[in-house]
C-alpha cells in the first residue's frame, strides 16, 4: 500500500517506515488512516467526485495522517515521546503540502530543531537522545544500500520486509550501545528477541485489535478485547521469563564522555555502507566501554559515599575487594523507594553487581525503606540487623546476622567493628528501634569513621561512658540526621570529628538538622556537609581525607543563582 506520493514530493515512502519505528503505536494508527485516505480519495470514495483533480490524494492522505496522530496523541495524554513522534509527523505532512524536496537528515533535524523549541528541557531526557538518535542510526545504516523495489509476490514481499525488518533491528541494537552504556550503564542482550516479538505482536495485532474493539458494539467488543488481553498477557509473561535470565542485561560502569565518543565512532564504521574499508574495526572501539572495570580503593584505603536519598540514611562503604551498604534509604510508595530509584541505579552507574554486607541499623522506613528492592534486585551475601527475625526483610535474605557490640572483621587493611547494640537490648521491649541502632566504626590505618544509624542521648551517654577510647573519628554520621534528641555536647567531644555529615531531605517535615544541633557542632569546629545542600557527598580515606560534593561538581548552570 502506497501511503504517500513518490519523490517528487520530495519524500518516500521509506522516510515514512523510518518515522513508524521512532513510535510504532502513533504512526501505524496515522499511517492506516492515511492509506484508507489515499485509497478512498484517489477513487473519489466511489461517488465520481473527480476528488484528484482538485486535490492530489497524496495531499489528502498527509493531512489525514497528520491530524489522526495529533488525534491518537491527545488521547494518550500528550506525553514527551508522543510529542515528539507528532511533530516529526507534522513536518512530513508539511513537506508533503508544500512540495518541497526534502532529504530525511533534514526532516528529522528539522523536527528536533522544532521539539527543543517546543520544550527546551526535553534534552535533558534520556528519551529525547534515545528517539532521535535511533532514527538517525536506522538511517545512516540503510542510506548507504542501494535496495530493490518490494517483490510483487505475497513471499517475496514477505521475505523482503522481514530482511529489511532484521536490518533496522541489527542497527539499532548495534548502534544504541554506546549511548545506552552511557545514559544507563547496562545493555539488553535480548532485545533483538524481544522486540522481534513485542513489535510485531503489539503494532499488528494488539493494537488494531484495541482499537477496533473499543468502537464495536458487544459482545463483539468483548471478545475482541478479551483476545487483546490475552495476547498482552502472553507477551508479559514472555518478556518476564527473558527478563529473568542470567545474562539477560549486559552492566559495566558508566563510560567517559571520550570513551562514549570512541565507541560512537566505531559504531559508524560498523555500520557504514558495505563498500567502507574494515568495518569489522568499528568493534574494536567499543570494547573499552564493554569490558572497562569498575573503580576500586587501593589496598589499605577506604571510600565512602553517602547517597543522596533524601530524609533517610544510605551509605557505601568500598575497600579494595569488598562493599558494604549502611542503610538502605526511605520508602515512597508500594513500588517507589530509595533502592530501587537511588541506590541501585547508583551501584549499576558504577558497575557494582554484588554488595558483601548490607548493614541495616534498625526498622524505621527511611532507613530500612529500600532493602527489600536491594535484595530483590542484588545479590547480597548477608545482611547484618537489629530487625525483628520475622521482618520481611530478614526473610529475604540469603544469610542474616543481628549486629551485636564486638563484631570485627578485617577487609583489604580496613578494619571494621560494632559499637552497638549489646545482645541484651534483644531481650528488652522497653527500646525503641532508635536505641538499638547499628553503630559501626572502619578504620584505615590514619583515619576513622563512626556511622550511629539514629541513637540518641541515652545511647550516646552509654557509649561515652563504656568504650570512650573507640569513639574517636575523623568523620561522624550525624546522629539520628541531627534531631535534638541526639548529638550530646559529651559525645561530640569525645568523638572530636573533622568533618560531620547530615543525610537529610530538603525541607524535610522534621526540621533536621535542628538550628542548635547544627550550631553545636559549628561551636566545636566541626566542617559540616549537608545532602540537602551538596547531594551526594563522597569521601576517600587514604594518606589524606579527600572530599567531593555531587552539586558542586556537577553544578547545573543555574546553581546558585
Known sequence: MRLFAPPVYGLSLSIFHQLIRTKLHITMVAGLFAGLVFYFWRHSFFLNLALPLRLPAQKAAALAGALMALVYVALAGFGLPAQRTLIMLSVVAVAVWTGRISSFSAVLSLALGLVVLADPWAVLSPGFWLSFSAVAIIVFATSGDERPKPPEGHTQGLLYTLRLASLMQYAVTIGMIPLTMFLFGQMSLISP???????????????????????MPDPLSAWLL???????????????????????VW????????????????????????????????????????????????????????????????????????????????????????????????????????????????????????????????PVELLSSSLSLDSPIVQAAKQHRRCVVGQSWQWDGVHFEVLQPVAASYESTKWKPNARSCVLKASTRMHTILLAGDIEAIQEDELVNTIPQKLKADVLLAPHHGSGTSSTAPFLKIVQPELAIFQVGYLNRYHHPKPEVFQRYADFGIKRLRTDESGAISIQFGASLKTSQFRQENARYWFGR
Not at 200 to 211: E, G, W
Open 251 to 378: 552492566t559495566a560502569p558508566i563510560p567517559s564522555f571520550w570513551l562514549f565518543v570512541l565507541a560512537m565512532l566505531g559504531v559508524l564504521w560498523l555500520l557504514a555502507p558495505k563498500a567502507w574499508p574494515l568495518r569489522g574495526l568499528g568493534l574494536i572501539c567499543c570494547l573499552p566501554l564493554l569490558l572497562q572495570a569498575a573503580k576500586r580503593p587501593s589496598e589499605g584505603e577506604l571510600h565512602v559515599t553517602a547517597l543522596d536519598v533524601g530524609q533517610g540514611m544510605a551509605l557505601l562503604l568500598e575497600t579494595a575487594h569488598h562493599r558494604l551498604l549502611y542503610d538502605s534509604g526511605q520508602g515512597f510508595g508500594l513500588e517507589a523507594d530509595s533502592g530501587n530509584r537511588v541506590i541501585l541505579p547508583y551501584l549499576h552507574a558504577r558497575g557494582i553487581n554484588e554488595l558483601d554486607v548490607m548493614m541495616i541499623s534498625h526498622n524505621d522506613s527511611d532507613h530500612s525503606g529500600g532493602a527489600l528492592s536491594i535484595l530483590k534486585n542484588l
Open 226 to 248: 478479551q483476545i487483546s488481553h490475552v495476547l498482552v498477557d502472553f507477551l508479559a509473561r514472555f518478556l518476564t521469563y527473558f527478563s529473568a535470565l542470567p545474562y539477560a
Open 193 to 215: 528477541l524481544a522486540n522481534a516479538v513485542a513489535i510485531p505482536l503489539v503494532s499488528l495485532v494488539v493494537t488494531p485489535l484495541t482499537l477496533i474493539g473499543s468502537v
